[in-house]
């Protein structure tokens, strides 16, 4: 991510993807962002988690689109920071390396992470000076820019113990399920498949339950380099024949999970799922996932996985807000993750 200096902390910030999005809401410069990708969408989503955090909230619609961005919209905005990956614009048609550095020296310079999602390769140019980060570890350098890093370290502890409690209470591998990570097309008989055990913070939710992926050795023609997302049909699926379905899209208003349950138990294919047949069908939010989003979709996949071990998932019921979950059966605390937010702690 290399070094930036500052004269003063950043005020108007630019993102594209959602994992910085979050990282700056979470040290509380949510209202400061003036883009993102898809900002309704990611408004939709974030409004269903943030329900359960008195006091935070976020109000994203009609930001600007950033992706892909334009020069000339950059220049308007004139943001003191880019909290964005260069290394991925690089890979926007368009963009080359000195448009981004011209960018960086007469706007605001650029620092993010973005491609250490899936351990994506660089494009040229950038393959020999690219490093890989953990989601907590991108979180912690974004909270120096905004000398916030008190606030980022009594999150990350947050989450250090909930990683520990899981991990201390995870039944034998012998008695743990296998699940897949998937997203079903809306209109066809067509899934993508996405790999739950790969390095990279797309996959900082499920790695921790140490399952049997059984996508891992399944392959077909992908949008994701080395097999990382897969297009799956239905009889690909069945092959794998999971027996936890964890889908992602319903937490958003793009997606409903009755439609979606309706449509695997009555095709004649994916009504023989393992998961299908025995209830198995789960919501999950989003792979771009920053540390607030982190925390709830651990939380939930552990539930979803290991009812026995961590209390069983309430279900998520569609348009609804993430679920009540009894105090004494959470895996992280509320109120503690919102006073830090808040500046409270």
Known sequence: MGEVTFEEIPQDIFTILGHHADMLLALGRGDDINAMHAPEYHQS???????????VSVDWEGLYSSWPPTEEKLYELDSDVHI??????????????SDISKIGETVGPWFGNTLSGTHREPPAGWADKYEYYTLWDIFGKIAQVFQETERYEALASVHESMLETIESNLPPESD??????????????????????????????????????ALADATGDGYGEDGRNITLDYELLLEADPDVLLVLGPMTAYHD???????????????????VSEGNVYAQGARRQGP??????????AK?????????????VDGE?????????????????????????
Do not use: C
């Open 304 to 316: 979803q996985l290991f009812p026995d071990q961590f209390g069983e998932w309430p279900g998520y």
């Open 176 to 213: 743990r399920p296998s699940a897949a990570l998937v997203t079903f097309a809306s209109d066809e008989k067509k899934a993508w498949g996405y790999k739950m055990n790969y390095p990279g913070y797309y996959a900082a939710h499920t790695r921790p339950m140490g399952v049997t992926d």
């Open 257 to 275: 999970l009755d439609d979606i349950r309706t449509n695997l138990e009555e095709d004649t294919t994916t009504r023989h799922l393992t998961a």
């Open 45 to 55: 989503l974030y409004r269903k988690f943030l329900q359960r955090l008195d006091g």
């Open 321 to 345: 807000a993430y679920p009540a979950i009894p105090e004494d059966e959470r895996l992280f605390d509320r109120q503690r993750i919102a006073d830090i937010i808040n500046g409270e702690s």
């Open 84 to 97: 964005a990956d260069p290394a991925k614009v690089a890979t926007a048609n368009g963009w080359d390396d």
């Open 292 to 301: 607030i989003l982190n925390l709830f979709q651990t939380e939930m996949t």
